[in-house]
Antibody, heavy 124, light 105 residues
């Protein structure tokens, strides 16, 4: 059974760095064809993909946020960490982590298991 | 960046209706497309991957078609539990569409 859970601060001040942790179980990031991604959703708005890290330590970032994001994995502890620098009130959102699986006849990744999300508010 | 445009942004339908949602990519993405359903206060749920493959456990009334730049999600007979927001996502560089809200008529 695959589960993921996000953790981190609920409130951060503008210009601070946000650090979010995704703790997972039921799979290993050492397994081929697996990844963990981060997606956020401002209140009442659409989903926005942020970053993903794959089993081979390949990392991809949203082009619009690339300079502010870092994604890392700790395979010994089954967790993935996302840091986002220079936080702004527009970064207020629910942040989700999700399990990505490589499959299909076109060998593409999709996010098939999601955490419950964690709300991050950016305010002074 | 590959941009994803969904239409309509919202629609009203009745139980039993056939519903079609469209997603267009700004450049060709072959079949690298997924569809998700999101209900209020919940995480998204994967419905379709590789444009037309049904995720395990998802009812067969959901189907996806398309390749290249134009894709559709169809719900063949809308059920009460299907009222939600639907998102497409291109799975080449992972951009989401803006979402389509399906409301009760």
């Amino acid at each position: 059974q695959i589960t993921l859970k996000e953790s981190g601060p609920t409130l951060v001040k503008p210009t601070q760095t946000l650090t979010l942790t995704c703790t997972f179980s039921g799979f290993s990031l050492n397994t081929g064809g697996v990844g963990v991604g981060w997606i956020r959703q401002p209140p009442g708005k659409a989903l926005e993909w942020l970053a993903v890290i794959f089993w081979d330590d390949d990392k991809r970032y949203s082009p619009s946020l690339k300079t502010r994001l870092t994604i890392t994995q700790d395979t010994s502890r089954d967790l993935v960490v996302l840091t986002m620098t220079n936080m702004d009130p527009v970064d207020t959102a629910t942040y989700y982590c999700a399990h990505a699986t490589l499959r299909g006849y076109d060998s593409s990744y999709s996010f098939d298991y999601w955490g419950q999300g964690t709300l991050v508010i950016v305010s002074s | 960046d590959i941009q994803m445009t969904q239409s309509p942004s919202s629609l009203s339908a009745s139980v039993g209706d056939r519903v079609t949602i469209t997603c267009r990519a700004s450049e060709g993405i072959a079949t690298w497309l997924a569809w998700y359903q999101q209900k209020p206060g919940k995480a998204p749920k994967l419905l379709i991957y590789s444009a037309s493959s049904l995720q395990s456990g998802v009812p067969s009334r959901f189907s996806g078609t398309g390749s290249g730049t134009d894709f559709t999600l169809t719900i063949s007979s809308l059920q009460p539990e299907d009222f939600a927001i639907y998102y497409c996502q291109q799975t080449y560089s992972f951009t989401f569409g803006g979402g389509t809200r399906v409301e009760i008529k």
